[in-house]
């Protein structure tokens, strides 16, 4: 039985982690929340890191990029293994989230459905097969309380593209204005927020008379929860180092 510390807990995904765990052989021992003093009082739930006197083996965050310096200080502190499934980190967050991985496990990835990670293998292919003349053009499509855009997923889907082309890609979010003509070397990032759609990607190579669209729709945060619960099993035990989903899959 892997005992989980939530951090995040009384968010959408918290939620849905503390609902599946339990039927899958780990439990939350504890929750962590910023909002935990406006919830009704448990004597799980803690409202910082460092209050919580609970046991746990591995830590799972669906948080706020906001708290990531906290989080890796006490995980580091406690040796404790971490699954980060928030998203919006910047350049300099994604470094020392590297350098904490230099002393603990860490397993990321901006989207935890097996679906997604076979469409970024998917992605990468057709951007290397169709090559520099089809524009690669992404959509995504979330619900209206999202915080970051462009999504952890257009940026893993963004990634993939850019290693299939080979080349140096820049990136344009969405377009305006009166001299926004595209280039051949653009990838195109377009965020629509829109009431309570749980995740749309669609990566879209437009060619001379034909259209090739990859999509994947997430229908239930269910689906992050089940790959966020198989990805803190997978790293409790093991050593120091940066894990993502290609590595779940490969075991
Ligand atoms: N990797 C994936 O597959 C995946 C899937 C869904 C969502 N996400 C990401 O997970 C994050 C959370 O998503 P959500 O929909 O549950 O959001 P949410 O806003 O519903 O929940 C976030 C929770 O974190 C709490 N929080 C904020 N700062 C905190 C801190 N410093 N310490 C502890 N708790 C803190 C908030 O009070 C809130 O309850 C977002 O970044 C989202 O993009 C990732």
Do not use: W
Not at 142 to 169: C, F, V, W
């Amino acid at each position: 039985m892997v005992k989980i510390l939530l951090n995040g807990a009384l968010g959408r995904m918290g939620k849905m982690i503390t609902d599946a765990a339990d039927n899958v052989s780990c439990s939350v021992s504890a929750g962590v929340d910023v909002r935990a003093g406006s919830a009704e009082p448990r004597d799980d739930l803690f409202r910082s890191l460092s209050e919580v006197d609970r046991d746990f083996d591995v830590i799972v965050d669906f948080s706020r990029p906001e708290g990531l310096d906290d989080l890796l200080a006490f995980a580091v502190s406690r040796s404790k293994p971490v699954v980060l499934c928030t998203t919006g980190y910047t350049d300099e967050e994604i470094s020392r989230i590297h350098e904490a991985a230099g002393k603990i496990a860490v397993f990321r990835s901006g989207n935890m459905s097996l679906g997604v990670n076979v469409l970024c293998h998917l992605v990468k292919a057709a951007a290397k097969k169709l090559g520099v003349n089809y524009d690669i053009e992404i959509i995504e499509r979330h619900h209206n309380q999202k915080k970051d855009a462009p999504s952890g997923t257009a940026i893993m889907l963004r990634d993939a593209a850019i290693a299939g082309r080979g080349e140096e890609l820049h990136e344009v979010d969405g377009r305006g204005g009166r001299d926004c003509k595209r280039d051949k070397y653009e990838i195109g990032m377009h965020a629509v927020r829109g009431g309570t759609v749980v995740g749309i990607h669609e990566v879209g190579f437009y060619g001379d008379s034909e259209v090739v669209t990859l999509t994947h729709t997430a229908e239930s945060r269910g689906v992050f929860a089940a790959g966020a619960i198989s990805a803190a099993k997978f790293i409790a035990d093991k050593p120091a180092g940066m894990y993502d989903m290609d590595d779940l899959l490969a075991e």
